[in-house]
T-cell receptor, first 116, second 112 residues
């Protein structure tokens, strides 16, 4: 098992460019999510999905789009990158254990994005 | 709204104890604790559920006071390997099960 795989690990963009951060998991997890991590801010939830075809917004969704066409993949799209989106992005997944969130999150290694 | 963690940072000598606090303005169903080493991904430590027991991991344990909407993480007889940033995550009782929100983190440095 590879776990949660994120690509690319590093990316530099110019303001206004678009890109997609890829996330794939091979654990058959129903739940997947994207977080961004900034100094002093901790981990902030961008978007999440509870299954294929179902997505919802987290705390900081503006400027990001997601889709979930398969159980394995959950890409994060930046349509028009801004310097404020410079951050480290983590994808995480877990199995669905009951109605309420009680499961361990498995994180990818992170993608460091710089927007100039 | 993110949970609030305190202190922001703590420096310990090997063998000393420390407490990290996490509080929320909302009624909570569960509190989650993770540790992140520099340059790595966060790693799960434990989950505390409403009405559940105090949990432990190695010499790291935690408690959950539902009435006060607070959780505390106890680092006992700290080891060098305990260094890292500790995050608490919370799930409100009124929120969907997908929204696990993390605090800003507490940086722990354990020195020889």
């Amino acid at each position: 098992n590879a776990g949660v795989t994120q690509t690319p690990k590093f990316q530099v963009l110019k303001t206004g460019q678009s890109m997609t951060l890829q996330c794939a998991q091979d654990m058959n997890h129903e739940y997947m999510s994207w977080y961004r991590q900034d100094p002093g801010m901790g981990l902030r939830l961008i978007h999440y999905s509870v299954g294929a075809g179902i997505t919802d917004q987290g705390e900081v969704p503006n400027g990001y789009n997601v889709s979930r066409s398969t159980t394995e993949d959950f890409p994060l799209r930046l349509l028009s990158a801004a310097p404020s989106q410079t951050s480290v992005y983590f994808c995480a997944s877990r199995t669905r254990t009951g109605v309420v969130n009680t499961g361990e999150l498995f994180f990818g290694e992170g993608s460091r994005l710089t927007v100039l | 709204q993110q949970p609030v963690q305190s202190p922001q940072a703590v420096i310990l000598r090997e063998g000393e104890d420390a407490v990290i606090n996490c509080s929320s303005s909302k009624a909570l169903y569960s509190v989650h604790w993770y540790r992140q080493k520099h340059g790595e991904a966060p790693v799960f430590l434990m989950i505390l559920l409403k009405g559940g027991e105090q949990k432990g991991h190695e010499k790291i344990s935690a408690s959950f006071n539902e009435k006060k909407q607070q959780s505390s993480l106890y680092l006992t007889a700290s080891q060098l390997s305990y260094s890292g940033t500790y995050f608490c995550g919370t799930v409100p009782t009124t929120d969907s099960w997908g929204k696990l929100q993390f605090g800003a983190g507490t940086q722990v440095v354990v020195t020889p």
